[in-house]
């Protein structure tokens, strides 16, 4: 059974891209992982001894949205397994494909543009970039419409 | 400008006794006023601000009536004599120096300089030679219609075109606008007064001498003065003070020295010419973005509290002084070189905006459009434009300036002010509405949880049959599901809301198993703060994700 591994975050974006993941496990009888990466983010001006703070509580919020998601995919019939991973995007979630040996990586592309490392422009450059260092393929789930051309 | 405060202060103690009561009870009458409106713009939908300035209004309304300024009379015989108080020098001072300094500062000590740099070029676009422009454009177009002398409409070009800080970030924290879009607006009003007051400066020199000319060398000269000097005072000050703040964990002593930088700042630029508005922006910035940095939270709660408190108050007196200070007749009498006043600040505020904001996108910093109108609309003038208006006191024919000043700050504060929130929630930048709009479906969630547990218990109590409760039951389970259903980002305030009840929990928990001593004062010391930590924890965790949704929508 191959594995498929769903990149995501929290908020109203990151359901329907749960969702695709799942139902993507389903129709090529995978497993599923969902994995998400708790980066710092360089744009909080914060204050140095509220950091270790910030770190333990983002690290409880990701644990808790994936659980979510965990319950939502064995509901729908999905061997599914959660991981958190500290440090920077691109590097943990190439971990994650090789550890999982992943046969594809889902991603989204509206969450994306909230974040740091996914900006709109942005997630098509990453998605080649995983699949040029991994060789695994990447599907974007466009979240929101296409901008007119 | 200082010394004229501190004369009139020692006039006041040495040789008219009675005008420091009358102060103070002027003080007292002003704070119950203020308190009063507070309490009633709660219940009515109007601005504060607003609502200050119609009350200052009605008030000087009131005082010229007959029998009022008799009562007046009787009892302030030495302020009706000099009308000191609301008029002339004295108010001047006591609107820069002691009202407007400490808001600005105030304001500025949340303006984080890496926040500030990432839109700096939009925002010096504006405030350099955005009213530069603007300053002629006005000064062309009231010369043209209201055939005051070209240099003294450009005089007044400079003193209504730069944009109050204190109106702009009183207006805009109140309308829950998108962090870069009220940095956007309050960065240019924080910075726009530099400019601005050179421009006024050797204009009013001009009006003074005309024979003298203009010498360019000599405009510089003024502006290094003012905007560098000031610039310079504000760093080095800010910069002294945070290095005694990160030495220090003392939350009085800390809150103290930011009260004595904001005053000091200001004096100490305008004892040598310079710009003491552009002193306290600079020292603040500076203090808020590096001394205050790594303060503990008892200093952090201490000083919000503190500055909070102050910034009420001054914001509420300078506006009621505006209120009070403008009087209707003479907006009357003046009426027409108003209308052309007003028309001539739209349309320069207009060109300079939409230039400026599209400069700044071919430059590489674009502004979202939406943004732009809100940029335009909100640039609103108060109390730095009637102090300056105010000190061309003795000038031949500054009265039709100052009545054109006046109602231009009446017209930006109440027909822009109380027409902004309503452009800003159709252009769908109202951040509080949206949380508003987010509330109101966890409340029905909460509602909805509520009606079951309401009917379990009649259930269990036997007042239910069976298959009603069942049939209820679920359709109450449907509801709930329903509505995370139909607004899956619910979950995400869910869970932070859930986080924040079982840190709170946590820390109730502490503080009883503390007091049945089951442990040492030294443990619970350090499990609270950690706790603390993580709760504090979320107010930037929180900040970051709405930075997220803001981002979202710029885009």
């Known amino acids: ?75 729908a019939g999905v061997h599914v397994e959660t991981t958190v991973r500290r440090g920077a995007v691109e590097d943990e979630i190439e971990n994650v494909i090789r550890e999982y040996q992943a046969e594809l990586l889902v991603i989204g592309g509206s969450q994306a543009r909230a974040g740091q490392h996914f900006s709109e422009d942005g997630v098509e450059n990453f998605a080649r970039q995983m699949e040029a260092n991994t060789g695994v393929p990447v599907e974007i789930v466009r979240l929101t419409p296409e901008p007119a051309a | 400008m200082v010394d004229i405060l501190l004369n009139t202060i020692f006039l006041a103690e040495e040789e ?63 302020l009706t004599d000099a009308e000191g108080l609301v008029s002339g020098p004295i108010l001047e001072e006591f609107l820069l120096a002691m009202l407007v300094a400490p ?48 240099v003294l409409a450009i005089t007044f070009g400079a003193l209504i075109s730069a944009t109050d800080p204190v109106a702009v970030i009183a207006f805009f924290r109140s309308l829950g606008v998108s962090k870069r879009l009220a940095l956007l607006v309050e960065g240019e009003s924080l910075l726009n007064d530099g400019i601005a007051v050179v421009i006024f400066v050797i204009a009013l020199g001009l009006v003074r001498e005309p024979e ?38 003392d939350y009085l002593i800390e809150t103290t020295l930011t009260m004595t930088l904001a005053f000091g700042a200001y004096v100490a630029a305008a004892s040598v010419h310079a710009s003491g508005i552009l002193a306290v922006v600079a020292a603040g910035i500076y203090v808020g973005s590096y001394g205050l940095k790594n303060i503990s939270p008892t200093t952090r709660i201490a000083l919000d509290n503190f500055w909070e408190f102050l910034s009420f108050i001054a914001n509420s007196i300078v506006f009621l002084l505006i209120g009070l200070r403008i009087e209707l007749f003479e907006l009357a009498e003046n009426a027409l070189p ?38 335009f609309w909100g640039g609103l003038r108060g109390a730095v434009s009637l102090a300056l208006a105010l000190s ?12 054109m000043t006046f109602g231009v700050v009446l017209f930006t504060l109440v027909a822009q002010g109380l027409s902004i929130e309503v452009l800003i929630k159709r252009l769908g930048l109202s951040e509080i509405a949206k949380k508003s709009e987010a509330q109101r479906r966890i409340a029905s969630l909460f509602i909805a949880r509520a009606e079951k547990q309401g009917l379990a218990r009649l259930h269990r109590e036997g007042l239910v049959a069976d298959i009603l409760y069942q049939a209820l039951s679920d359709s109450a389970d449907r509801s709930v599901n329903q509505i995370l259903a139909e607004h899956p980002e619910l979950e995400q305030q869910l869970l932070i809301q859930i986080r924040r009840e079982m840190l709170y929990t946590a820390r109730a928990t502490l503080a009883e198993i503390y007091r049945r001593n089951m442990i040492s004062e030294e443990v619970y010391e350090q499990e609270l703060k950690e706790v603390d930590h993580r709760i504090q924890a979320w107010e930037a965790i929180e900040a970051s994700f709405d930075r997220n949704e803001a981002r979202k929508m710029e885009g």
């Open chain 2, 392 to 403: 061309l006191e003795g000038i031949p024919g500054a009265g039709p300036i100052q009545a």
């Open chain 1, 1 to 75: 059974m191959g594995t498929i591994v769903c990149a995501t975050r929290s908020g109203e974006a990151s359901r329907p891209l749960q969702n695709r993941a799942v139902q993507l496990a389903l129709e090529r009888q995978a497993g599923l992982v969902f994995v998400y990466v708790v980066a710092p983010d360089t744009r909080l001006d914060l204050d140095e001894q509220l950091v270790p703070a910030i770190s333990h509580e983002l690290f409880w919020f990701a644990e808790a949205t994936l659980n979510i998601a965990k319950i939502r995919a064995r509901q």
């Open chain 2, 338 to 375: 108003i209308l052309y006043a007003i028309l001539a600040i739209l349309l320069s505020r207009g060109l300079v905006v939409y230039f400026m904001t599209w400069l700044s996108g071919k430059l590489g910093n674009w502004i979202p459009v939406s943004f732009r109108h809100i940029m």
């Open chain 2, 212 to 249: 003298a000319g203009f010498n360019f060398a000599e405009a510089a000269g003024i502006f290094i003065q003012e905007a560098g000097g000031g610039i310079l005072v504000g760093l080095a000050l800010g910069a002294l003070t945070s290095l005694i703040l990160v030495r220090i964990d």
């Open chain 2, 103 to 150: 808001l600005i500062f105030e304001a500025a000590l949340h303006v984080k300089w890496r926040d500030l740099r990432k839109d700096l070029l939009p925002i010096l676009l504006l405030a350099a030679p955005g009213v530069l422009i603007a300053s002629f454009i006005v000064g062309w177009i009231v010369h043209t219609t209201a055939g005051t002398a070209l």
């Open chain 2, 16 to 78: 008219a006794p009675l005008l420091r009561i009358e102060l103070i009870f002027l003080t007292i009458i002003l704070i119950a006023t203020v308190i009063a409106i507070a309490i009633r713009t709660r219940r009515v939908k109007l601005p504060y601000t607003v609502a200050l300035v119609l009350a200052g209004l009605a008030l000087s309304a009131m005082a010229d009536l007959p029998l009022l300024a008799d009562v007046r009379r009787q009892i302030f015989p030495a």
